[in-house]
């Protein structure tokens, strides 16, 4: 057992966090375009995304987490988070957050005692405003800096923890994408405008080695999570202090010509397939022929990664209900994973 302390500071005061883990899985590094553990054997992560703690409080996390490693074979969980429940900052709860950070380390420690890797993704922020606007944008914003100082000294150096930075980044520039800058973001449907400040990726990534936190760290490419060009194109992450970066990429059927905007960065740097999955209408799109593309390029590369999504209600959906029925997606993911265990 270990034990880690840390230490959050939330509107001027500081809560004291003392979680308890249980011995997890190896301690994974970046080493070329491979993770590895310390005794030098490659590792491939397969895994899913369990959403609704971004949305709300989690009500299913727990048996999605039981059913996950259980029966489909697991070894990694991308878990979407929102830095405004991180602190409290919604109407669900009126605790300052405790009851979902406590969901959230709950969540850890029970897949790492079965020796599953958990990725915390900074999925919706808030532009810049405290409970408000919550949900996806271009960019992380000024708070998401505190998020990260939080979360990287509550779960630094746990072997099971990896930190997501940001779910989906879209909507601006390479040098903005990593250096930060001027964000001007509108909505035009709901008829609204802002303007806020993202620190940039490298600024959340030193965040996090400020913090002591060694862990991991995934940075989500532009064109929501697609397009990693730009990595190739000198504007990678630096990581001298840490234990290396893996480049996120979200593949759907309308994200197109994959050998231009993905393949160069796996033929370079780590790459993590974060989301894929088919159209969303399963009833009228057969999913075959993309799942079947998309699993032979995943092992062609030899690439990690988890499908979205785990929730019956977040489409494309793996399962059809909470009894866990899969769907016609979820057939050939769930014969994907547990193959994965067999090798």
């Known amino acids: 057992m270990r034990t880690i302390m840390a230490f959050?500071?939330?509107?001027?005061?500081l809560i004291h966090i003392a979680a308890v883990y249980p011995a997890g899985p190896p301690l994974l590094k970046v080493e070329g375009k491979q993770l590895k553990t310390p005794d030098g054997k490659a590792v491939r992560l397969r895994g899913v995304n369990i959403p609704s703690l971004e949305w709300g409080q989690g009500e299913h996390v727990f048996d999605s987490l039981r059913v996950a490693i259980d029966d489909w074979g697991v070894n990694l969980i991308r878990l979407p988070l929102a830095?405004?429940?991180w602190f409290g900052h919604t109407w669900e709860k009126k605790d300052e957050g405790k009851s979902y950070r406590e969901t959230v380390r709950d969540f850890v420690r029970r897949a790492a005692a079965k020796r599953c890797y958990v990725i915390l993704d900074l999925h919706w922020s808030n532009a810049g405003r405290w409970g408000q606007h919550i949900g996806q944008h271009q960019m992380p914003d000024d708070n998401s800096v505190a998020f990260w100082q939080?979360?990287?000294a509550a779960f630094a150096n746990h072997s099971a923890v990896l930190f997501g930075l940001y779910n989906e980044p879209y909507g601006v520039s390479w040098p903005i994408w990593r250096d930060g800058g001027t964000v001007v973001e509108e909505d035009k449907k709901a008829g609204r405008k802002w303007e806020y400040h993202t620190p940039g990726l490298q600024k959340l990534l030193d965040v996090c080695r400020a913090a002591g936190a060694k862990n991991i760290v995934l940075a989500g490419g532009l064109d929501w999570g697609y397009d990693l060009s730009g990595v190739v194109q000198g504007h990678a992450l630096h990581d001298p202090k840490g234990n290396g970066v893996v480049y996120d990429t979200h593949i759907y059927p309308w994200k197109k010509d994959w050998d231009r905007w993905v393949t160069p960065t796996v033929k370079k740097y780590a790459v993590f397939v974060g989301e894929f999955g088919p159209d969303y209408d399963l009833d009228k799109k057969d999913p075959k022929k993309f799942l079947s593309e998309i699993l032979s390029y995943l092992d062609k590369y030899e690439l990690s990664w988890t499908a979205w999504c785990m929730h019956p209600g977040a489409k494309p959906c793996l399962i059809k209900d909470w009894k866990y029925t899969l769907t016609p997606f979820g057939e050939p993911?769930?014969?994907?994973?547990?193959a994965g265990v067999r090798r």
């Open 8 to 13: 959050l500071t939330m509107t001027g005061f």
């Open 83 to 85: 830095q405004d429940r």
């Open 150 to 152: 939080d979360v990287a």
């Open 333 to 338: 993911v769930v014969k994907a994973l547990r």
